[in-house]
């Protein structure tokens, strides 16, 4: 009987050390504001100096209030990430969080965060989201939101939001589990990779022609 206690207690603190280790670091003191200016590689930021920490390194007038544009590219949205990099007190307290803005029929097309989970709110407007499940079973989990409505977008899977309204923009705003969550529209990256991606590979991949995956990495 105490074997297998021992066993499982060893089992928990492995569960338990995976999990710390999945996620960003705890802090270990009250902040680590990011020191920018230090040329030392580490996984993060180096610490500024405590005594030399100040409001505005915690502070941005980011105008998050104030529309943005969603006619600078072709899918008709516009995300203004709040990062680490934007902020230098966020480092090592694993939180960001991003404004995007849809034009009518506009939408955040397939994307991942390797590093971060993502909870968004509507602010104005309908918004269609939707993830999908790892492989083998790729299910597909999706729902029309509302004004005040919250969805949750695990880490790291696919995922999207869409504005079907054809006459009204949307807004929505993103909270994500990560100082620097990091994205990956899945259709940049596979046909607008560079160097590109062999045809033959992707091809192969998405069963056309390899025509059709030139066209595309145009």
Known sequence: MASS??????ALLALASWQTMASDPSPLQDFCVAENSSHVLVNGFVCKDPKDVKAEDFFLA?????PRDTKANK??????LINVMRIPGLNTLGISLARIDYAPLGENPPHTHPRATEILTVLEGTLYVG????????????KVLNKGDVFVFPEGLVH??????????AVAIAALSSQNPGAITIANAVFGSKPAISDDVLAKAFQVEKKTVDWLQL
């Open 5 to 10: 206690s021992y066993f499982l207690v060893i």
């Open 62 to 66: 980011a105008k998050l209030d104030m």
């Open 75 to 80: 899918v008709g949205s516009n995300v203004t």
């Open 131 to 142: 993830f999908v499940t790892s492989n083998p079973d790729n299910k597909f989990l999706s």
């Open 160 to 169: 999207f939001q869409f504005n079907p309204n054809p006459y009204k923009p």
